[in-house]
């Protein structure tokens, strides 16, 4: 339940505040529980995500699935890093969490393929 209203929570920050708002938000967040971290299973929520994804295709919804994770993650008060990246040739964009410079919401091969811009 935790990851479908965080998912929801994603979208409609993003979706009406923009990235930057977004973005500042997540900081705000992160500020709030850095230091407090708990050792936590995150295999657990991640699993809970791709559960979603089973339902509705991941394809092209990294960024909100990303942020939606981060903020679940806070909750738990899970350490982790939420990263963007860039590629050129062909150009995009790919959002992703990593923990311990390990992508958890990718195969680490997808991730390779981006240079990050921003990481929180």
Known sequence: MVAII????????????GLAGAVAKLEHRIQQTRGLECP??????????????????????CLVRSFALARSLTRYRVGFNLV???????????CWIQKDQISVTDHRDKAREYVPVLVL
């Open 6 to 17: 965080d998912q929801l929570w994603a979208f409609a920050v993003i979706r009406w505040g």
């Open 84 to 94: 963007i990246g860039v590629r050129t040739g062909p150009f995009g964009a790919h």
């Open 40 to 61: 936590d299973d995150i295999g657990r929520l991640v699993g809970a995500y791709r559960l979603i994804d089973l339902i509705l295709s991941a394809e092209k919804r």
